[in-house]
C-alpha cells in the first residue's frame, strides 16, 4: 500500500513511499530452494586457478507460469558460487554479453585498486575483463556485483550477482557445517516488484523518482527461488546471509523467535559463536549463522520489523518496518548428528590501534562532506597498511549505510557507545541509522597505488547512484609525492 511519511531533511514537502508491507502468511513455499552451483576453476598456464564468468540476459521463472527477463553470470538469473583458499592465485575472465557496459566488484576482497572491478574497470560489450590476485585474507562469504557509476542499481537489480567464499587453512578445521548446499547455504535475499506481465518494474530504481531509498520490491527472493522451501537432514545448518537488494533493510529471525548461533560477518569469524535472535542486515552485509533444528521441525525464516525506537519512523522508508517470509525450513526425521559447534572460533583481534589519521564524514543528500563522486577527483589519501579512525555521521532523517573497499573494519563505538553484538565482528559494510555516528577502526591493505582508487560509498544503491561515492588510493610514503592536490592521474585499467 502507499503510506506517507515525516518529510525528510533536505527535502521539500512530503515523500510517498510504495512499501510493501507484509507478506506474511501469504507464501506456500512451494518451490525448492535454488542452491547456486559451485564454479568449476581450471589451472592456467601461469599456475593460477581460472574461473570464467559470463554476464548474459535471459528469462527466469520466478512466478509460475510467468516468464521475467533477467540478467545472470553464466545463467538467467544471479551466478555461481566462486571459492577460493587463503594463497590461492586466482583469476576470472568476465565475459560480458551484456547490450551494455558494465563491471564486475569483488565485494570484501583484499586485492590490489585496478583489480577490484569498481567505475575504473568497465568491461565494454563482448569484451573480457580477466583480473588476477593472490587470495589473502581470513575465511569470509564475499560477493560479486556489478559497480558502473550510475547504474549499479539497475544491473544488480536485473540479476548480475553471486557469492564468492573464501576458506582460509587457518580455520578449516573448525567443526563447523561445512557441505555446500546441505547444511552450509547460501542465502541471497532480494526484493523485487513483478509486473503481472512478468516484467521486473524498475520505475523506482533510482532516486528522483518518488522515494528516497529506491526501489522496494513486495516479493522475496531467495537464491532467485520465490515461495521457497528448504529440506533439513542435519541438526545443525549453516546459513550464509547476504542481503543484495537495492534498498531494503532485513531484521532476520525466525518465526518461532528460537535463538541462533551468530558466527561471522561480512569480513570473517567472530571470536566466539554470539547467541542472538534476531539480526539486522542492510544491503551488502552478510552474515553467518548456525541453526539448530529438531526432527520435523516446520519453521519460517522471516524479516520482522525491528524492535521500536527512535529511528523508526525513518528506517521505515527502507522497508525495515515491513514483514516478510524468506524461506521456509522443513526438517526430516531423523536428522544426521552435527558436531558441537566450538567455544572458539578464530583469536580474531579486538581492533587493532590506529597508526595513521582520523577522517570524519558526513552523509547528506547524496553526498560525503557535500561532495558528490567525481570520477577523476580524490577524496582522501591513505597509508597502505595502516589504520585508521573513520567517523561517519549520518546528520540527515533517511537511512545509509556504508561500505569501504580496499579495507576491512571494526565498529569501534555507534553514537559513543559499544557496539552491539552482531557489530563486533570483522566487517566491510555497517548501518548508519538516521542522526547517528558509526565510528570505525578502517584497516587499510598494503598495496600502494596512486593511480588506481577504492570506493566508500552508501550501499543503498539509488544513493550510490546518485553520487554518495567517494574515492580513496593506498600509497606508501615513497608513493605520497606523486599524489598531487584532489585529481587522479588515472589509469583506466
Ligand atoms: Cu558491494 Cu562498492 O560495493
Ligand atoms: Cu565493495
Ligand atoms: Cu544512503
Redesign the pocket.
Known amino acids: 500500500g502507499i503510506v506517507v511519511v515525516a518529510p525528510a531533511v533536505g527535502f521539500a514537502g512530503w515523500v510517498w513511499v510504495d512499501s510493501g508491507r507484509s507478506n506474511t502468511g501469504t507464501l506456500a513455499f512451494r518451490n525448492r530452494l535454488r542452491i547456486p552451483p559451485l564454479l568449476d576453476a581450471t589451472t592456467d598456464a601461469d599456475g593460477r586457478r581460472r574461473f570464467r564468468l559470463e554476464l548474459r540476459t535471459g528469462s527466469t521463472e520466478f512466478l509460475p507460469g510467468t516468464r521475467t527477463a533477467t540478467w545472470g553470470a553464466n545463467g538467467s538469473y544471479l551466478g555461481p558460487t566462486l571459492r577460493a583458499r587463503r594463497g590461492d592465485r586466482v583469476a576470472v575472465d568476465v565475459t560480458n554479453r551484456l547490450p551494455e557496459t558494465t563491471s564486475i566488484?569483488w565485494?570484501?576482497m583484499h586485492l590490489p585498486a585496478r583489480m577490484d572491478g569498481g567505475p575504473h574497470q568497465p568491461i565494454a560489450r563482448d569484451a573480457t575483463w580477466q583480473p588476477y590476485w593472490t587470495v589473502d585474507q581470513p575465511a569470509a562469504t564475499l560477493w560479486y556485483h556489478p559497480h558502473l557509476h550510475q547504474v549499479t542499481a539497475p544491473h544488480v537489480y536485473r540479476g548480475v550477482a553471486g557469492m564468492f567464499l573464501v576458506d582460509d587453512p587457518a580455520t578449516d578445521d573448525l567443526p563447523l557445517p561445512k557441505r555446500y548446499g546441505v547444511d552450509d547455504v547460501p542465502l541471497i535475499v532480494q526484493d523485487k516488484k513483478i509486473a503481472d506481465d512478468g516484467t521486473l518494474d524498475e520505475s523506482k530504481m533510482t532516486f528522483g523518482g518518488l522515494t528516497v531509498t529506491g526501489l522496494l520490491g513486495d516479493k522475496i527472493l531467495v537464491n532467485g527461488t520465490y515461495d521457497p522451501r528448504f529440506e533439513v537432514t542435519t541438526e545443525l545448518v549453516r546459513l550464509r546471509l547476504l542481503n543484495a537488494s537495492n534498498a531494503r533493510i532485513y531484521h532476520v529471525g525466525f518465526a518461532d523467535d528460537r535463538e541462533f548461533a551468530l558466527i561471522a560477518m561480512d569480513a570473517g569469524l567472530l571470536g566466539a559463536p554470539e547467541r542472538v535472535g534476531r539480526l539486522p542486515l542492510s544491503p551488502g552485509e552478510r552474515a553467518e549463522i548456525v541453526v539448530r533444528f529438531a526432527p520435523g521441525d516446520d519453521v519460517v525464516l522471516k524479516s520482522f520489523p525491528p524492535p521500536l525506537r527512535a529511528n523508526v519512523a525513518y528506517e521505515r522508508l527502507a522497508g525495515g518496518d515491513d514483514e516478510h517470509d524468506l524461506v521456509k525450513f522443513v526438517a526430516v526425521d531423523p536428522l544426521r548428528p552435527s558436531p558441537a559447534l566450538p567455544a572458539v572460533l578464530t583469536s580474531t583481534p579486538a581492533p587493532p590501534p590506529t597508526t595513521g589519521e582520523e577522517f570524519r564524514l558526513t552523509m547528506g543528500d547524496f553526498t560525503f562532506n557535500g561532495r558528490t563522486m567525481e570520477m577523476d577527483r580524490l577524496d582522501r589519501v591513505v597509508g597502505a597498511g595502516t589504520v585508521e579512525r573513520w567517523d561517519v555521521v549520518n546528520g540527515q532523517s533517511i537511512p545509509h549505510n556504508f561500505?569501504v573497499?580496499g579495507a576491512s573494519f571494526h565498529v569501534l563505538d555507534v553514537d559513543g557507545g559499544a557496539p552491539p553484538a552482531h557489530l563486533r565482528g570483522v566487517k566491510?559494510t555497517v548501518y548508519v541509522a538516521p542522526g547517528s555516528t558509526v565510528g570505525l577502526a578502517v584497516s587499510f591493505l598494503p598495496h600502494s597505488d596512486p593511480r588506481s582508487p577504492y570506493m566508500f560509498h552508501c550501499h543503498l544503491l539509488a544513493h550510490e547512484d546518485s553520487g554518495m561515492m567517494g574515492q580513496f588510493v593506498t600509497v606508501s610514503d615513497a608513493d605520497r609525492p606523486l599524489v598531487r592536490g584532489d585529481r587522479l592521474p588515472l589509469t583506466h585499467a
Open positions: 566488484h565485494h570484501g561500505h573497499h566491510d
